[in-house]
């Protein structure tokens, strides 16, 4: 069955998150590629009644690919003008996110590459922004796994450390105006650049958080086979070739739960780096050196992914691969936003190796 007939069943539901997405479920709906290798060019949230400033035209050109997510390096570097809290640094909606970004590097950051809390950024913000499907009318990148109990759930395990640590950057940080919805996703793109070769993914701030409780069973399990999750995941916009390049952010991963006998196996042979040996390592490997998720191993070897997989894989793999994790971790870090039209750019903050 076509990924997008799976995810119209799942669609029925009575009220949609945006007025606009009766017609992305009109896209998906005639769209044959969507399980095929294709990037998705769904636009999302607001930008769906219309595109209202130079910014909502900036996300739009990335969400439908007319525009590289990745910072092209033509930002100046930024020097804040003032210490925070000073009225300079009040005045440059930039400032406070310096200071965010460059607390967050003293610890996502170390001499062999991104720690365990770096690591534990870049699950935190997929974690947050993936509880959002289409058919929800709330959830998604609002901050509300730190917000509400959310942690508490059992497909959250693992993020105990880094949601205290982002906990505390929010009260460091909050009173000077940044959000926990913004925090959690500049973290984790500070994470993947902390990991060497991590692509410089364009960074925006202005996100509503919500002290609401995303809606549940929206997450992926290590349980679940590749049908499954290209389904679960067309219904977040994305095609099964998005989540295959998703999925390699287990380049940079540890498990402690699902095998709990081995917690702290990594899920490939350098987790500290942002490179694409993780896809020939999963594909080839038998569990033992490193730990292998069931639901990667079924991408890597299902029909309808394997061959994006194979090409992750394979020579020039870390070049294919950047560019589309960047695309696709871009608009994760956009669902269930509805402000896109108000959103500020703040790539200049991210700092660099
Ligand atoms: C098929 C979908 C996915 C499944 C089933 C899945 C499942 C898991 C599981 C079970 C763990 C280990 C948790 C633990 O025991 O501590 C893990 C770790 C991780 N996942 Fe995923 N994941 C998926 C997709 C993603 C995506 C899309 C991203 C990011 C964009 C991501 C980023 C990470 C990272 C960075 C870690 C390591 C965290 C750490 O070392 O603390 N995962 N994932």
């Not at 050109?61 to 100046?76: K, P, V, Y």
């Amino acid at each position: 069955m076509k990924a997008s007939t799976l995810f119209l069943t799942c669609a029925a539901a009575p009220a949609l998150a945006h007025p606009g997405m009766d017609r992305v479920i009109a896209e998906i709906q005639a769209r044959d590629d969507f399980v095929l290798n294709a990037r998705s060019d769904i636009l999302l949230g607001d930008l769906l009644n219309g595109i209202l400033t130079a910014v909502g035209q900036t996300i739009k050109n990335i969400l439908t690919l007319a525009t590289s997510a990745i910072d092209q390096g033509t930002s100046a570097a930024y020097t804040p003008p003032g210490a925070l809290g000073s009225a300079a640094c009040k005045k440059d909606p930039l400032c406070v996110w310096y200071y965010v970004a460059n607390d967050m590097w003293g610890d996502f950051a170390d001499a062999n590459g991104c720690t365990n809390l770096g690591r534990g950024a870049i699950r935190l913000g997929f974690h947050d922004a993936a509880a959002w499907d289409v058919s929800s009318s709330y959830g998604g990148a609002d901050g509300s796994i730190l917000l509400t109990d959310e942690l508490s759930r059992s497909e959250n395990r693992g993020l105990e450390e880094i949601g205290a640590q982002t906990k505390t950057y929010y009260s460091t940080y909050n009173p000077y105006g940044a959000g926990m919805a913004d925090i959690i996703q500049l973290g984790a793109l500070v994470g993947t650049v902390a990991c060497p070769g991590g692509p410089r993914i364009r960074a925006f701030a202005g996100r509503k958080d919500n002290a609401r409780a995303a809606p549940p069973g929206k997450l992926p399990l290590p349980s679940m086979d590749a049908p499954t999750l290209i389904s679960l995941f067309a219904q977040k916009t994305f095609t099964a070739s998005d989540l295959v390049a998703l999925v390699g952010a287990h380049t940079a991963a540890r498990q402690r739960f699902v095998d709990p006998s081995r917690a702290g196996a990594a899920l490939d042979s350098d987790p500290q780096i942002w490179d694409a040996s993780f896809y020939g390592e999963t594909l080839t490997g038998n569990n033992q050196t490193f730990f292998i998720l069931h639901s990667d191993k079924a991408l890597a070897t299902y029909t309808t992914t394997t061959a994006q997989w194979k090409a992750f894989a394979g020579a020039g793999g870390q070049g294919l691969w950047s560019p589309a994790y960047a695309q696709a971790y871009f608009r994760m870090s956009m669902l269930g936003v509805n402000n896109l039209n108000q959103l500020t750019e703040i790539t200049k903050i991210l700092p660099s190796r």
